[in-house]
């Protein structure tokens, strides 16, 4: 019968049972509607047609064009549309358009617009094309959108331009003036529904072209306006919400095209409908759409809106995002019942959330010299009104927080931390849960400076809200404290060590809220971290109570909670070290390995805190964690075996769906793959874990890698996650140090690290050597490729020297060398900021970047360190097989006419190689030396930053003297045009950021100059010293500012007269203070640093502390005390 012909009675009998509400009917009825789409598409076609011709129920007609709809768009199978014949195509485009004009439900011809509007994009992609291909269909509409027709017709017949407009909008414009002539006089129609319509179908040309195209739609823009006015003012609330809607997405996309188009009416317009009360609109999503327009307009036109004259504007769209901030939940005990437990604002309107993201996003986009003055106008205007409330003060201190992570000049962030600290004792409990909370949030934002300038300000008044009587502030009072902690030394917090732990002993205590009780586990944790030696005397009180919480909090509610203390207890465990920790620490971890044992389900809270917990304690336990590593790792692997499932298409749940939220999906050919999200996280962990044992076991792991080799191998081929594929490769790199630690103490032989390594690289570069499908990298070969370079060039880094014979580091050459040919320059590549140069693991669990887009020139800088690997695995193989060809490609990049992103790869490549192989570089530096002294202005930051990187290495040589005074000119205009910015504003955003590090590049550039080239700068030597100095420590590049500092110390200790005299020892010291146990030092130079300082003296030590300031006089009684256990 599929293949015959389908009688009417048997094709509305399927639609009625696609219509049940028993699953299974319904389930074999869209079946065979799959079969016959599949297996006789004619047939199929000319049944529905008849069923929209035939005398049958409304909801058969409209299913049939529903279905129809979706058949020839292709959206759930694909398209029939080039399976039937020429005869088939023309009855169901008559049909269509005689339905559409003539069906009595409008429901039915609603659908059947849609079903046009898909057969006309399957017939045509132009104008052009489809006049020829379906000569009736215009003339049609034309007919259909006059004022004869009914209005349900004339609505969907301008719903079906609408729908045309988004690929043939150019088309329209070649009749601009029959067009604006047409729309005129819909938008002057008496019927709202035609007017909104019409709107819709301007605003989407609007959106679909070029803003010079769409230059004539202009003159009915105030018509638009109008219409907007119009339904505002009538109450006609659907036809207004869909054209907001369509205004927003055309102001996205042009929003140029407003300004000279009656933005004054419009803007007018949209705030009176963002003014209107929360009652004006049975709809909220109206006013709602008003506010999104104007952000919107404001976003996209933020040029015109920052100019002086047009400021009022953005101050309009300020205040009314504030006044959105007022419609809070007013009854204290509805805010504290309802957030008790999860601390969430679920009792204040919408609108509330909507006016915080706002000031975000314009925070984001405006410059903070032209938005905060206005945000500050704004609340003193509001708090200063006779009508203000606490409200007025709570929405004052909201806006206030979130705007101030965007803020880079440190005036403003004292002037906000300031606002925000004179609330934070008000009498109404609402406020001063948002004043903490704003403390909590310019804590985090702008740490360490808020804990360096402010905390004496801050944590008196943390203390005393810790105690505040309303559960919930206490709960925001200690959530403010562990943003405030974290940088937070031990002297800071000795003074208030006692009432802090008193107050969360007795929160964990009472248990009113669970969230409270978290947090002050968190805050415990915290506090220990921050307290290191000191806290050693509160063990004793501490950890009973954890054990206690971890005992008894068994309850399905608890979890968390139990998952926090044993959080906290490992973190107490690492501060006091193994020997105090020991016993604890075994009894904790046997509870620990029931629960692991047992397994967890995805949405377990006490999963992620047990791996990591016991990653802690295996940190703090070291080789003394062995005894568990048999238990836990048949449960890792058991993790790590989980594999995407191919997912049918047509099963793929909804974006409402809570299945598709934690559903992660990737295409792998034509194959949909699809694994839940939590089973992903789970993974992640179970990777962390595997890692963190690997580190604290070192060679005494190397008994159990084969099995972990084996399991983790197919990782490394991993689609669906980059994050998980990084920790994969992340852990081979571990494996490949803890092999070569094993080789090095005589607990293995080298051919043990040799097959690992080389079992590793047979793996990776076959895989890198194939050409991806497409013959071109997308995303996700991009991804991969950046994953493997990266594993390659670390576990090639641990393994060491002596591991690769020549042919291996010939293959891998050959194989990095063809895969950067393949990667093209593109004009219209990502300028993304790539990755920094790619390192030996730290010791330290590095936070890996998540899952996001991979620029090519990310890639390229990957598989460009996969070269410094082999430097350091083989000097001599390197420069013999590498080097030359590396340099041929580095004069090529470096020509006149090459692009920003090849100077910006040139010069990354020759960075590494001056450092790395130093004057066996010198024969090639005639190709890029020059060239590089001139990059160190370039108008690109990437390339001022490698380029004075360059210059900085080759200043080690002495040949470079003749260069020295030119680069220390050079050097000396950037620092004249960014230096004072760059030592008084914070980089938050990316350029600024990437502009930053250019900087630093130069600074370091700089010393290495004046250490090595002093006599070269003759009377200028002296002033170079000053600079270079004046412009320490530096702040955003670690690898560069370790070594800056390092190099500073060396000087100290050489007693090098231009950072060792009487004026310069305060800089000096304030220097090493500020770098002390920070990223910018490690822990060998943070020893020689104690160890130098200590030897000072203790008199001569207080007269140059008295030119630093009271942090860094702490900074140095920690090395003191440092030097003193070194000892």
């Not at 019409?198 to 109008?226: K, W, Y």
């Not at 290191?532 to 008894?552: A, D, S, T, W």
């Not at 194939?770 to 991804?783: I, N, S, T, Y």
Request: with cysteine; hydrophobic share 45%; charged share 25%.
């Amino acid at each position: 019968r599929a293949r015959g012909k389908m009688d009417l009675a048997a094709i509305c009998e399927v639609l009625q049972a696609t219509q049940l509400s028993d699953g299974a009917l319904r389930s074999a009825a869209e079946q065979k509607l799959n079969e016959a789409a599949s297996g006789s598409p004619k047939q199929l076609v000319a049944a529905l047609a008849t069923v929209l011709a035939g005398d049958v129920a409304v909801e058969l007609r409209q299913e049939a064009a529903v279905i129809l709809r979706q058949i020839i768009a292709g959206t759930t199978r694909e398209s029939v549309w080039s399976e039937l014949d020429e005869q088939t195509q023309r009855a169901l485009m008559g049909q269509l358009l005689s339905s559409l004009s003539q069906d009595s439900s409008r429901p039915v011809r609603r659908s059947v617009g849609q079903a046009i509007a898909a057969t006309a994009r399957s017939v045509a992609e132009d104008l052009d094309e489809l006049t020829l291909n379906w000569p009736e269909l215009l003339p049609a509409l034309s007919r259909f959108v006059g004022s004869e027709c009914e209005t349900e017709t004339r609505v969907v017949a301008l719903g079906v331009l609408k729908s045309l407009a988004e690929t043939m909008s150019d088309g329209f414009m070649e009749k601009a003036g029959q067009l604006t002539a047409m729309l005129t006089a819909t938008l002057q129609d008496a019927s709202p529904e035609v007017r909104a319509a019409g709107a819709q179908l301007v605003l989407q040309l609007v959106e679909s072209l070029e803003a010079e195209a769409a230059a004539p739609l202009a003159q009915v823009m105030p018509a638009v306006t109008s219409c907007l006015q119009g339904f505002a003012n009538e109450g006609i609330e659907e036809p207004l919400k869909e054209t907001l809607e369509a205004l927003i997405a055309a102001a996205d996309a042009e929003p140029e095209f407003f300004k000279e188009t009656g933005m004054e009416a419009l803007w007018a317009t949209l705030l009176k409908l963002c003014s209107c009360g929360a009652q004006a609109f049975s709809c909220v999503k109206v006013r709602h759409s008003a506010m999104e327009a104007a952000m919107s307009l404001a976003v996209g036109l933020d040029g015109d809106f920052s100019k002086p004259e047009d400021q009022a504007l953005l101050e309009q769209l300020v205040a009314l995002n504030v006044e959105w901030m007022l419609e809070v939940e007013e009854d204290v005990d509805v805010w504290l019942s309802e957030g008790k437990d999860d601390d969430q604002d679920e009792c204040d309107d919408e609108a509330v959330r909507i006016g915080e993201i706002n000031l975000d996003h314009l925070a984001e986009e405006f410059d903070e010299d032209i938005l905060m003055p206005l945000i500050f106008k704004v609340i003193q205007l509001a708090l200063q009104s006779p009508t203000a409330t606490w409200k007025h003060t709570r929405a004052a201190v909201m806006a206030i927080s979130q705007v101030v992570e965007h803020i880079e000049d440190t005036a403003w962030v004292d002037r906000c931390v300031e606002f925000i600290a004179q609330n934070l004792n008000h009498l109404h409990p609402r406020v001063r849960y948002a004043s903490f909370w704003g403390v909590a949030q310019v804590s985090y934002d702008h740490s360490p400076y808020v804990q360096e300038t402010h905390h004496e300000t801050l944590l008196p008044a943390i203390l005393q809200g810790i105690s505040d009587t309303n559960i919930r502030v206490a709960t925001s009072a200690v959530h403010a404290f562990m943003s405030l902690g974290e940088e937070l030394d031990a002297e800071d917090l000795d003074p208030h060590m006692d009432d802090l732990l008193t107050k969360m002993f007795q929160h964990l205590a009472d248990g009113q809220s669970r969230v409270l009780q978290e947090n002050c586990l968190s805050g415990i944790a915290i506090l220990a971290e921050a307290a290191e030696e000191l806290f050693v005397e509160y063990y004793g009180r501490v950890v009973p109570m954890l054990k206690q919480i971890i005992q008894n909090a068994t309850g399905e509610k608890d979890r968390s909670l139990r998952g926090k203390a044993f959080s906290c207890a490992s973190i107490v465990g690492s501060v006091v070290g193994k020997e105090m920790f020991s016993a604890d620490a075994h009894e904790i971890m046997q509870v620990m390995m029931q629960l692991m044992l047992a397994g967890f389900a995805g949405d377990d809270p006490l999963r992620e805190s047990c791996h990591e917990a016991a990653s802690k304690m295996a940190e703090t336990l070291g080789k003394d964690f062995k005894p568990y590593v048999p238990a836990l790792l048949p449960g890792i692997f058991t993790i790590l075996q989980q594999r995407p499932e191919e997912i049918d298409p047509a099963e793929m749940p909804d974006d409402d769906d809570d299945d598709e939220r934690d559903m992660s999906l990737t295409l792998v050919g034509e194959k949909v793959l699809g694994l839940k999200t939590s089973v992903l996280s789970e993974m992640k962990e179970a990777l962390d874990l595997c890692n963190m044992l690997v580190r604290s076991l070192s060679d005494d792991f190397i008994e159990f890698m084969p099995a972990v080799c084996q399991n983790l191998l197919p990782l490394l081929d991993f689609r669906l996650s980059e994050d998980l594929r990084e920790r994969a490769f992340r852990s081979w790199e571990l494996l490949a140090g803890s092999a070569r630690a094993a080789v090095e103490h005589g607990v293995a032989e080298m051919s043990v690290l040799q097959e690992l390594v080389g079992q590793f690289l047979r793996t990776v570069m076959a895989a890198m050597a194939e050409k991806p499908e497409g013959e071109d990298f997308d995303q996700a070969a991009l991804g991969l490729m950046k994953a493997r370079a990266m594993g390659v060039s670390g576990v090639i880094r641990k393994a060491g020297e002596g591991v690769l014979t020549k042919d291996v580091v010939r293959d891998v050459s050959a194989v990095i060398l063809q895969v950067l040919a393949s990667l093209d320059f593109s004009e219209d590549e990502s300028r993304e900021v790539p990755v920094r140069r790619g390192a030996p693991v730290s010791d330290e669990d590095d936070e890996l970047e998540g899952d996001g887009l991979v620029s090519r020139q990310q890639v390229r800088f990957c598989l460009v360190d996969v070269a410094g690997a082999l430097v350091h695995s083989g000097r001599d193989f390197f420069i013999e097989i590498f080097l030359p060809p590396l340099m041929e490609m580095v004069v090529k990049l470096l020509r006149p006419d090459g692009s920003e992103l090849e100077r910006s790869l040139a010069f990354y490549i020759v960075d590494d190689i001056v450092d790395s192989v130093s004057d066996k570089s010198i024969p090639y530096w005639n190709g890029f030396m020059n060239q590089a002294l001139q990059g160190m202005v370039d108008k690109s930051a990437m390339v001022r930053q490698y380029a004075a990187s360059t210059i900085g290495h080759a200043a080690r040589q002495p040949i470079f003297a003749q260069m020295a005074p030119s680069a220390a000119m050079q050097i000396h205009r950037v620092l004249q045009k960014h230096g004072e910015r760059h030592r008084r504003r914070r980089a938050v955003k990316a350029d600024a950021k990437q502009n930053a590090l250019a900087v630093d590049s130069c600074i370091k550039a700089l010393g290495y100059i004046c250490e090595h080239h002093e006599a070269q700068l003759g009377t200028d030597a002296g002033t170079a010293w000053q600079i270079w100095l004046s412009n320490l420590p530096l702040r955003y590049d670690q690898d560069a500012g370790q070594r800056t500092h390092a190099q500073l110390l060396g000087l100290v200790a050489r007693s090098h007269p231009a950072v060792t005299s009487q004026e310069q020892l305060p800089k000096v010291l304030a220097i090493l203070a500020d770098v002390y146990e920070t990223g910018f030092s490690t822990t060998a130079l943070d020893r020689e640093i104690a160890s130098t300082v200590s030897r000072v003296g203790e008199e001569p030590l207080m007269e140059i502390c008295s030119g630093i300031t009271e942090k860094q006089q702490k900074k140095v009684k920690q090395m003191l005390r440092g030097a003193q256990a070194g000892a």
